[in-house]
Nanobody
């Protein structure tokens, strides 16, 4: 059974940094795409970034380009989201997701497995 467990969220001041982790287990993820999404109160879920497990190709949403970096550690089967220059509008619950497709996709409906989420709060 696939399990995705996020960690690393918290409270940070604007301009600060956080690194989220997503520990993946339950199967081989070499043919998966891993994604990060977020959902703020009263708003729809939003794509943040995605990475192909094999090859490491990445894609970021425009709203986080130049500030957030997605990466993965094959040995630890863990995906990271390094978030720098955080803004109050980055406040949300951040979710890790896994997609069995080999295509980098931005729609959460295409992803097959989800973690429980981790709260990120950025104060002004």
């Amino acid at each position: 059974q696939v399990q995705l467990v996020e960690s690393g969220g918290g409270l940070v001041q604007a301009g600060g940094s956080l690194r989220l982790s997503c520990a993946a287990s339950g199967r081989t993820f070499s043919n998966y795409v891993m994604g990060w999404f977020r959902q703020a109160p009263g708003k729809e879920r939003e794509f943040v970034a995605a990475i192909k497990w094999t090859g490491g190709t990445t894609y970021n949403a425009n709203s986080v380009k130049g500030r957030f970096t997605i990466s993965r550690d094959n040995a630890k089967t863990t995906v990271y989201l390094q978030m720098n220059s955080l803004k109050p509008e980055d406040t949300a619950v951040y979710y890790c997701a896994a997609d069995r497709s080999l295509v980098l996709r931005t729609s959460g409906d295409e992803y097959d497995y989800w973690g429980q989420g981790t709260q990120v709060t950025v104060s002004s």
